[in-house]
């Protein structure tokens, strides 16, 4: 099966060429955050205030890293539950958003955004953090530090490999699944 080569950020064509079941690589920069994060990001747009980063265009990934072992560029590096930030992403999709990395079914509120902006959700492979901090090279802290592991950063992936799982069509593997 062929896999498709992505380099990020992405754009508002690669984003609505996808669509659900294709496997992916990605490669390039992508922010990492999840629920706290989330929360901070949600409050400066509802204060309106300006987001500490750009999201346009940018792939959010929804995981919170265990810390590096000696040598290593970050820890284990597996996806989390994406609804739970199904709440703030409608949002950030308008604020630019196109990509979302995670595992599990989005909110029909989050699909409708995706499909009014041209965003889509891959899918990463839970449970396999260790394998997939391997196709992480570089992790930097860009925002709320105090976080800790749920910290906002910047990653710099390659052939980080994903399904889509939501395309921005609003074609969802999981429905499809379900019969």
Do not use: W
């Amino acid at each position: 099966m062929e896999r498709i080569q992505i380099q990020l950020p992405l754009t508002k064509e690669t984003a609505s060429s996808l669509k659900a079941g294709e496997f992916c690589y990605l490669s390039g920069p992508m922010y990492v955050a999840r629920d706290a994060a989330h929360a901070r990001l949600f409050e400066c747009l509802k204060n309106g205030e300006p987001l500490p980063v750009s999201l346009e265009g940018e792939t959010v990934y929804y995981m919170g890293p265990s810390p590096a072992k000696e040598g290593q560029v970050i820890g284990s590096a597996g996806p989390t539950t994406s609804s739970r930030m199904d709440r703030y992403t409608p949002a950030l999709i308008r604020e630019g958003m196109l990509g979302m990395v995670g595992k599990g079914r989005r909110s029909s509120e989050v699909k409708e955004a995706m499909t009014e902006c041209g965003a889509v959700y891959f899918a990463a492979i839970g449970g396999a953090g260790a394998l997939l901090s391997k196709c992480i090279k570089s992790a930097e802290i860009k925002a709320y530090e105090d976080l800790g592991a749920e910290a906002l950063r910047l990653i710099t992936v390659e052939k980080f490999p994903v399904v889509v799982a939501i395309d921005s069509h609003g074609n969802d593997v999981y429905n499809q699944v379900r019969g």
